[in-house]
């Protein structure tokens, strides 16, 4: 089993920044499985979207909305992925969910809240 932990999630006034991080954890086996990696978000009322994501060779892809302002990367060891967020908008609130896919199952974090005040 993997569990997937996220951390850095706050609030933050709008023009600011917030780095969050997702740490998958349990067996190796299964962790070396996981092809891709990414950020998801939640407003409320809204569906679920994909934010950024990022392979284990380092390709990444964003979501228009937050192209030039957030940034995905992954640690070396390609277990630990961040996402570095800049000039933040009150639109940026939202619960914000990483994600591993790998070919045995997907694996969710339980969310981390953004909040992004005007």
């Known amino acids: 089993q993997v569990q997937m932990v996220e951390s850095g999630g706050g609030l933050v006034q709008a023009g600011g920044s917030l780095r969050l991080s997702c740490a998958a954890s349990?067996?190796?086996?299964?962790?070396?499985?996981?092809?891709?990696m990414a950020w998801y978000r939640q407003a409320p009322g809204k569906q679920r979207e994909l934010v950024a994501g990022?392979?284990?060779?380092?390709?990444?892809n964003y979501a228009d909305s937050v192209k030039g302002r957030f940034t995905i990367s992954r640690d070396s060891g390609k277990n630990t992925v961040h996402l570095q967020m800049s000039s933040l908008k009150p639109e940026d609130t939202a619960v914000y969910y990483c994600?591993?896919?790998?070919?045995?199952?997907?694996?969710w974090g339980q969310g981390t809240q953004v909040t992004v005040s005007s």
């Open positions: 994600k591993g896919n790998s070919a045995i199952r997907d694996y």
């Open positions: 349990g067996s190796i086996f299964n962790i070396d499985a996981i092809y891709f």
């Open positions: 990022i392979t284990r060779s380092g390709t990444t």
